[in-house]
Nanobody
Framework: QVQLVESGGGLVQAGGSLRLSCAAS????????MGWFRQAPGKEREFVAA????????FYVDSVKGRFTISRDNAKNTVYLQMNSLKPDDTAVYHC???????????????WGQGAQVTVSS
């Protein structure tokens, strides 16, 4: 069982930056591929980015490529999402998730955080 806790959300103007963090309770954090998802009001949950357990592979949805960067620090059991050049369309609740499934990028995630609100004003 892994507990995930996001932090770093908030309100920012369009063009600004935020960094989300997700702290995991696991002692074997590096075995998990990690992902970030987001869900805007009235919309389905959307995949944003993923990073492999060792941090060597990353994968992004097209809409955030070049603006968002996923990274991890396995010594701190933490995964990050650096978000630059934010747009109002990026407004959503952002969730981190952990996967122990084979294959890349992960097709399913096993553990989820409670989410952090990101609001981008125009």
């Amino acid at each position: 069982q892994v507990q995930l806790v996001e932090s770093g959300g908030g309100l920012v103007q369009a063009g600004g930056s935020l960094r989300l963090s997700c702290a995991a309770s696991s002692r074997t954090f590096s075995v998990y591929d990690m992902g970030w998802f987001r869900q805007a009001p009235g919309k389905e949950r959307e995949f944003v980015a993923a990073i492999s357990g060792g941090g060597y592979r990353t994968f992004y949805v097209d809409s955030v490529k070049g603006r968002f960067t996923i990274s991890r620090d396995n010594a701190k059991n933490t995964v990050y999402l650096q978000m630059n050049s934010l747009k109002p369309d990026d407004t959503a609740v952002y969730h981190c998730a952990a996967s122990v499934r084979p294959g890349w990028p992960p097709s399913q995630y096993d553990y989820w955080g409670q989410g952090a609100q990101v609001t981008v004003s125009s």
